[in-house]
């Protein structure tokens, strides 16, 4: 890669170093003049290797920042009564703050149930109807950290967002509508596109602001996206061992003033905001 292109690379990695920072901090203040240390419990079920690596990254993030981690590993065959008593358990317990239901969950559960059911005050994902409802009136607590890793990082980079033109490729409840509601938040002009949309690209070529979030790989062409775009890659998807973005991050970045790679991108941020949203929650319990 050039040194000018080396420049446009977002580094995800120094912006979820500077989050983890602030929340280092905020820990030991809550804890010297509270005493209390934040707690998050994460519950993964089955044996899924992507999402065991996650919740091991995400309890290596808790011991850097000083946040109590515990795991509840659950059988595959796990029903929802149990996975439902298990977080009934962890709403009343009063040193865990946050609770993570790492997704995806196996086939026979009731994804929507299972984290309606977490209390919305340690809901560290913000996935709960209740924190949902509040982003799409623009009260921004716990909400989705995929999304709102993004907007720090446009922060981070000093971009504008009122008045963009922000193109959103994928609507999903994780990423993609609540990524919409941030954007529409700020005043930006917002399209979703998703695998109904007839002409994706159309709408690509005029983002100002891209999010890409398909689990496609390279689906994202150089000719896709207009000249000068801030390109912000969320997929990622494995093969042979190796892992990819939706964006075709070696030509893409050629026509973009700035873009995420993948690894070392979104997913770092995306862990930062979890272990900011434990803080939140727990400074609200003191
Ligand atoms: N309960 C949740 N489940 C899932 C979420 C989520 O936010 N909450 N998001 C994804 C997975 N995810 C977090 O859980 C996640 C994905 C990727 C990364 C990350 O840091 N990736 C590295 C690359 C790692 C690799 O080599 O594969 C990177 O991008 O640099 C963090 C978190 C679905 N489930």
């Keep these: 890669m050039s040194d000018e292109d080396q420049n446009k690379v977002i580094d995800g990695r120094a912006v979820a170093k500077k989050v983890e920072a602030e929340v280092k901090a905020g820990v030991e203040e809550l804890k010297s003049e509270k005493g209390i240390t934040p707690g998050l419990a994460t519950i993964l079920v089955g044996d ?25 590993p659950l059988p595959e065959s796990t029903t929802q009564e149990e996975l439902l008593d298990l977080i009934k358990t962890l709403n009343a317990r009063e040193d865990i703050h946050g609770i993570l239901l790492q997704l995806p969950l196996p086939g026979q559960l009731n994804e929507q149930e299972a984290m309606n059911a977490i209390d919305p005050a340690k809901d560290a994902d913000g996935f709960h ?41 994928g609507h999903s409840n994780v990423v993609g509508k609540p990524m919409a509601a941030m954007l529409v938040n700020r005043n930006a002009t917002v399209s979703v596109c998703h695998v109904f949309t007839e002409d994706t690209s159309k709408f690509t070529k005029e983002a100002d602001i891209l999010v890409v979030a398909t689990g496609v790989k390279h689906l994202i062409k150089e000719d896709m996206v207009k ?15 190796k892992v990819y973005g939706d964006v075709d991050f070696e ?8 873009v995420t790679p993948v690894p070392g991108g979104v997913g770092p941020m995306t862990i930062s905001i979890l272990m900011q949203h434990v803080l939140m929650a727990a400074q609200k319990t003191a």
């Design 48 to 72: 899924d290797p992507a999402s065991k690596m996650y919740v091991r990254l995400k309890h290596k993030a808790c011991d850097r920042v000083g946040i109590y981690a515990e795991d509840h």
């Design 129 to 169: 109807p209740f924190n949902m409802g509040q982003l799409l009136i623009g009260i921004e607590e716990l909400v989705p950290c995929t999304p709102k890793g993004v907007i720090r990082a446009l922060e981070e980079y000093n971009i504008d967002i009122q008045g963009k033109h922000a193109v959103i490729v």
């Design 227 to 241: 000249e000068g775009a801030v390109i912000f890659d969320v997929g990622i998807s494995e093969e042979n061992g």
């Design 251 to 258: 030509n893409v970045i050629k026509k973009a003033a700035l």
